[in-house]
Nanobody, 123 residues
């Protein structure tokens, strides 16, 4: 499966953005998808994940209550709604996919990665 992340940009603190991860392939519904992010000089970290059917989702503590992950298997797309953005959310955001029903918080367990989209939050 090939992934294409989009939707990043410059936003003021307190603002919102919606990231999209569009996937190719007819078997997208059999993949769990996650968002990771990498800030300058830092390790890539888990942000949010959603199961292949969309019935289960997980979030990093930093994202809980502010970010929402959702998917449309009909559109082969996963979304990340980000609200109440903070300067510390500034990073390149990557979507990643792994086959199977269960998501993982560990980046090494993902087989497919998008190219990343930059989110910059100004104070």
């Amino acid at each position: 499966v090939q992934l294409q992340a989009s939707g990043g940009g410059l936003v003021q603190a307190g603002g919102s953005l919606i990231l999209s991860c569009a996937a190719s392939g007819r078997t997208f519904s059999t993949y769990t998808v996650s968002w990771f992010r990498q800030a300058p000089g830092k390790e890539r970290e888990f942000v949010a994940a959603i199961s292949w059917g969309g019935g289960s989702a997980g979030y990093a503590d930093s994202a809980k209550g502010r970010f929402t992950i959702a998917r449309s298997n009909a559109k082969n797309t996963v979304y990340l709604q980000m609200n109440s953005l903070k300067p510390e959310d500034t990073a390149v955001y990557y979507c990643a996919a792994r086959s199977g029903a269960n998501y993982s918080y560990t980046r090494n367990e993902y087989d497919y990665w998008g190219q990343g989209t930059l989110v910059t939050v100004s104070s």
